[in-house]
């Protein structure tokens, strides 16, 4: 193609934060001209907030982040991504509780504090907690050598792979091996694995790779973007804008365009085409590959993508309060909440919701952690299967009929008992609820059942070369959690991982000197205020 023949230098379907990190690092460090293509009336993704009459305002999937203070990839990514538009407001240092029957442990921020915290409580444990915390360390090292064979070339990538195989083994064992081996007392066990649901699978089935790197992501604390998460994608929008770049909402994608082999340009749902030199994918790798890529492309793991089990899906409870729960006794903090010690076997009653049982959940205050907040809001969520809103998949959204209303009516109740047996009156303060199910989720993500953190992360899935920045479509690249890692900071890892695949592996030295030159915001003014995305 000529270059008068291009719509935009690079093309990136999808503007999650994954997409979005891979937009504005391109056109921040190499100055490419961006053009990225949104589905949704509103760009980016799970940093959507959305508000209702009350100065009620939600988010739908930023409720913390780690490493902002932490010298290194992470922090250096939300500067220069955002391009130092957004200001983070720290959660109080006990940032986790953990709940269980007949005991509670509370995370504070520190890695001395995380150790010394679990040794008072549990000191007969204290060589086996140590034992754990050196596999984390370990294991955790194994993302980076995943970023290399994503970006460098294949046999760059196999050597790599060779004189890691020991951290490669810890890795790629489910995380309750690794307890096994470390850890006697089941109630140690459960509180170190209580916070599975960010990563969306168990201790039996998730890979301690993804745990151990969440792990450590949260070791110095959790935090907040100050005026909500939708500061995130303002800021990573402007600074694509600034480069001549452009973000187009209510714009979906029917197609990539392959032509003699190599990806040139997509195709609308609306009618017509876009043409750029390359195209970037953060619409996952099912749609990507299964969805978007034209039927006279083979693709050689079809079925192996296609027989893959849909990850995590969510049920959300969305609460306006009459006034602050800090009348309660709560500081802002987030409160995981189980009835039960053996995660797994929670995790086995999930699809119970619908019959008013609760196993696990997590409670959120965006309120009190935002300073610019109007109202007093929380949040409850728990994990489901997507496929158990099957009934109403045909429906239509804020049409479901009085069955599907019914049913989120006794999902609500639900979720509302659990919280009010750790916090009594918390009901009380309830002024105005809504449920958001798999079915809101696929609805304004098209994420397949409504999975909130792409594909699984099964031992399994970190052995798929296909789930790499780099595809086997020449001018074909993926972003975002199916390129690396899932969650915030993982999405935004791979998002640098597939500009380095692209541009070369001097991607991540420019990413270090733009994190290090003062005055990075290119709109001090930036706001995200509130907005009426209705769920």
Not at 80 to 85: L, P, Q
Not at 222 to 244: D, K, M, T
Request: glycine share 12%; proline share 5%; charged share 25%.
């Amino acid at each position: 193609m000529t270059k008068t023949s291009q719509d935009a230098d690079v093309i990136i379907i999808g503007s999650g934060i994954g997409g979005l990190t891979a937009g504005a690092l391109l056109a921040r460090l190499y100055g490419r001209r961006v053009l990225v293509l949104e589905r949704h009336y509103r760009a980016g993704g799970f940093t959507h907030t959305f508000s209702r009459p009350g100065w009620f305002t939600w988010d739908v999937g930023v409720h913390y982040v780690g490493e902002v203070e932490t010298p290194g990839t992470g922090r250096d990514l939300f500067e220069v991504v955002t391009g130092g538009a957004v200001r983070w407001r720290k959660m109080p240092e006990t940032f986790e509780r953990l709940v269980f029957p007949d005991f509670e442990h509370g995370i504070r921020a520190g890695r001395e504090h995380f150790r010394a915290d679990l040794i008072a409580a549990f000191p007969h444990e204290a060589r086996g907690i140590d034992r754990y915390l050196a596999a984390v360390e370990r294991a955790r090292r194994y993302i980076d050598v995943l970023g290399v064979k994503g970006s460098a070339p294949a046999a760059i990538g196999a050597a790599v792979e060779f004189f890691a195989r020991g951290r490669r083994r810890l890795a790629l064992s489910t995380t309750r091996q690794v307890l096994d081996a470390s850890i006697t007392d089941p109630r140690l066990k459960a509180v170190l694995g209580a916070r599975w649901g960010d990563y969306g699978l168990p201790p039996g089935e998730s890979a301690f790779l993804a745990h151990a790197v969440v792990t450590d992501h949260y070791f110095e604390g959790g935090y907040y973007p100050e005026g909500s998460s939708a500061r995130l994608a303002a800021g990573a929008i402007a600074v694509i804008e600034a480069a001549g770049g452009q973000v187009r909402t209510s714009t979906e994608v029917a197609g990539i365009l392959v032509e003699r082999g190599r990806a040139v340009g997509v195709r609308l749902a609306k009618g017509g085409e876009l043409r750029a030199r390359t195209v970037i994918s953060d619409a996952g790798a099912r749609n990507t590959y299964l969805r978007l890529l034209p039927d006279t492309v083979t693709v050689p793991f079809r079925d192996e993508l296609a027989s893959t089990a849909p990850g995590m899906a969510s049920v959300t409870l969305y609460l306006g309060l009459s006034r602050s729960p800090e009348a309660l006794g709560v500081r802002g903090e987030n409160f995981w909440l189980h009835d039960g010690l053996d995660h797994d076997e929670m995790w086995s009653r999930r699809n119970r919701l619908a019959l008013g049982e609760v196993s696990q959940a997590y409670l959120s205050f965006p309120s009190l952690k935002d300073p610019e907040a109007r109202g007093h809001t929380a949040e409850i969520i728990t994990g489901v299967d997507g496929a158990g809103f099957a009934p109403f998949a045909g429906s239509r959204w804020m049409r479901r009929g009085e069955d599907y209303a019914a049913l989120k009516e006794r999902i609500a109740d639900a979720m509302l008992a659990v919280v009010e047996r750790r916090l009594p009156g918390f009901g009380a303060l309830v002024a105005h609820r809504e449920v958001s199910t798999a079915l809101t989720t696929a609805h304004f993500t098209a994420h397949p059942q409504g999975e909130i953190y792409g594909i699984p992360v099964t031992p399994a899935r970190f052995t798929r070369p296909y789930l790499r920045p780099r595809t086997f479509v020449p001018g074909l690249f993926l972003t975002g959690a199916d390129a690396l890692m899932l969650g915030v900071a993982g999405a935004m890892r791979g998002g640098l991982v597939c500009v380095a695949a692209l541009e070369g592996p001097g991607a991540f030295a420019r990413l270090r000197r733009a994190a290090s030159v003062p005055g990075r915001a290119l709109r001090p003014a930036l706001h995200a205020g509130p907005e009426s995305v209705s769920r």
